[in-house]
């Protein structure tokens, strides 16, 4: 069975400054992997998955993340945060089995400085 | 549906009680899958369905919690004998098929369950 880690509950950063979340899992194979938004007030979004290709995805928001297989990581990051992206991202992982689940992170929070 | 629709969004329940939690996927979309996600906590994984039928059971915390899908349309949750840990948001989503792709999970606003 897959499982997934967020290392960090909390990540602080000014507005302007780039970001990168880690995010770590575990399956035998090469898995799907998501990186879901939660802002306050307002439900799940997905910002970018990965099935296969190239490892290097690109999301919405100007959210960017990299598979490296070598290290068992999906990190998600941006060149630039705004205020806007203070929210909870949740890393999620899939199986290429039909009747395999979707298991998330425990999500990490991430506050905006101004 | 234009979305996933979860009722009630809000539900307030003495401990011992019953709860029903209904959940309306997008028109379409057979698979359905429940989390819960306590406060300040990553979403935990309850239930899967793909059409009406169950493959995976394993993250129902007890045999206090069961689901049920009626074809490929709503599901409930149903929480017997609430407990106060039972107090969380619970959320559902939807995807057009689920399996091999994996698809985008849509997420409803979910219910926020209340324990006393």
């Known amino acids: 069975a897959q499982s997934v880690t967020q290392p960090d509950i909390h990540i602080t950063v000014s507005e302007g400054a780039s970001l990168e979340l880690r995010c770590n899992y575990s399956?035998?194979?090469?898995?799907?992997l998501f990186w879901y938004v939660q802002s306050p007030g307002q439900g799940l979004q997905l910002l970018l998955k990965?099935?296969?290709?190239?490892?290097l995805v690109q999301g919405i928001k100007g959210f960017e993340a990299e598979f490296k297989r070598s290290q068992s990581s999906f990190n998600l990051r941006k060149p630039s945060v705004h205020w806007s992206d203070a929210a909870e991202y949740f890393c999620?992982?899939?199986?290429?089995?039909?009747?395999?689940?979707?298991?998330f992170g425990k999500g990490t929070r991430l506050h905006i400085l101004p | 549906g234009a979305g996933v629709s979860q009722s009630p969004s809000n539900k307030v329940t003495e401990k011992g009680k019953d709860v029903e939690l209904r959940c309306d996927p997008i028109s379409g979309h057979t698979a359905l899958y429940w989390y819960r996600q306590r406060l300040g906590q990553g979403l935990e994984f309850l239930i899967y369905f793909q059409g009406n039928s169950a493959p995976d059971k394993s993250g129902l915390p007890s045999d206090r919690f069961s689901a049920e899908r009626t074809g490929e349309s709503v599901s409930t949750l149903t929480i017997q004998r609430t407990q106060q840990e039972d107090s969380a948001v619970y959320l559902c989503a939807s995807s057009k098929q689920g399996g091999p792709t994996n698809e985008k999970l849509f997420f409803g606003s979910g219910t926020q369950l209340s324990v006393l």
């Open positions: 990965y099935f296969s290709g190239d490892t």
């Open positions: 399956y035998g194979a090469t898995p799907y």
């Open positions: 999620a992982v899939g199986a290429p089995n039909r009747d395999d689940k979707i298991i």
